[in-house]
């Protein structure tokens, strides 16, 4: 931790690209509800669970908001002192209605229509979609050449430390953007030991993707020419990326193991996954694993999962290794779940200072 501090300063430096998906929001509260009034854990027996049920209780609807993993991926690694730009399905051409402050304040760039999610609160922090998130199916990724030109399109990628693309199995046409920036962008560009390949992953739209998504998969090694390769799922997605490429039946495997094997038949750097009661770290030498369970256990939420990712990813752009990132990362993850918005490095170090001591690390 002492490392880290003497090295937050250069955070200011580092810049980060996220992309692609994007969403609006829009909330429904019963009459009467301020937000999050609830205790937490204690369900609503009488909250609406249908749009129809809506429809039958009085109460608001709140205005449109960005929403989605991108606009998520953002705010926390803005918070955390980086600098921060997004791409993705914001707007054509122009920001969507309630989209146009977050494109704003993170220079956005709008390459599709976003998608739509209504849901309703049934507990403090806990929500029942009613019309789900879905990636726009009009978003257009490669379009990212065209809409800002070929200089700016190399300027861009040569001054990013950071490259995110969240939920990137489901987003369409990415494929042919990755096989841009393999074939024109970063041989131009070259190695670069600080920059940092980051790709979330939570399965293909309607379970497994088939042959092209698994061409997909395997094509993230490929950048490991050019920097460090990151792919972050959560416990519950390792068992379906095993199936997705087609390895043996993985269903008896601790994660541990079973991470560690998904690293290397992907040929990337690291796989990082996140569960409620621990962080892993598979590397090209060693697993480490950060259990935290009893009183230092935290309950998954979006907050805290992309507080997880933030915090992984600000240890190794600091030039901690895995086990110290993975201190941060659980730093930032309780900081989070203590809070009700993304906590700044500072913030995560207290927590971890004051709160964290109840975690582990184990070594295989």
């Excluded at 990337?268 to 369970?293: C, K, M, Q, Y």
């Excluded at 939420?301 to 915090?311: D, E």
């Excluded at 809070?339 to 975690?359: I, M, R, T």
């Amino acid at each position: 931790m002492e490392t880290a501090l003497r090295r937050a300063g250069e955070l200011s430096l580092r810049r980060a690209l996220v992309g692609m998906e994007g969403a609006l929001s829009r909330t429904f509260r019963r009459a009467g509800d301020p937000a999050g009034a609830a205790p937490p854990g204690e369900t609503l027996p009488d909250a609406p669970r249908s749009s129809e049920g809506v429809a039958s209780v009085a109460g608001e609807w709140s205005p449109t908001e960005p929403a989605g993993a991108t606009v998520e991926a953002a705010e926390s690694l803005a918070a955390a002192g980086l600098g921060v730009r997004v791409c993705g399905a914001f707007g054509e051409g122009e920001p969507a209605e309630g989209m146009a402050p977050f494109v704003e304040k993170y220079e956005g760039i709008a390459l599709g229509p976003p998608s739509f999610r209504a849901r309703v609160e049934v507990s403090s922090g806990e929500w029942l979609d009613l019309v789900p998130a879905a990636p726009s199916p009009d978003l257009r990724p490669e379009s990212l050449l065209s809409h800002l030109g070929e200089g700016p399109f190399l300027d861009l990628f040569s001054r990013t430390d950071l490259v995110a693309w969240l939920r990137f199995g489901r987003l369409p046409g990415l494929a042919g953007l990755l096989r841009l920036l393999l074939e024109r962008v970063y041989p131009s560009l070259g190695p670069n030991e600080h920059r940092t390949f980051l790709f979330g992953w939570d399965g293909f739209p309607g379970g497994a993707g088939g042959a092209a998504s698994r061409s997909l998969l395997r094509t993230l090694a490929s950048f490991h020419t050019y920097g460090s390769v990151f792919l972050e799922t959560g416990e519950d997605g390792l068992v379906p990326l095993a199936r997705e490429l087609q390895v043996r039946d993985p269903s008896g495997d601790a994660p541990g193991e079973l991470a560690a094997g998904l690293r290397r038949e992907l040929g990337i750097d690291l796989l990082l996954v996140h569960g409620p009661a621990s962080h892993l770290a598979a590397g090209r030498e060693e697993t480490i694993e950060l259990t935290h369970e009893g009183e230092a256990s935290l309950s998954p939420s979006p907050l805290s999962a992309a507080a997880t990712r933030t915090g992984f990813v600000v240890g190794r752009l600091l030039g901690l290794g895995a086990a110290e990132s993975l201190w941060l990362a659980y730093a930032f993850a309780g900081a989070a779940a203590a809070g009700k918005a993304p906590p700044g490095f500072d913030e995560a170090v207290g927590w971890l200072q004051e709160s964290g001591g109840g975690a582990r690390l184990h070594t295989s």
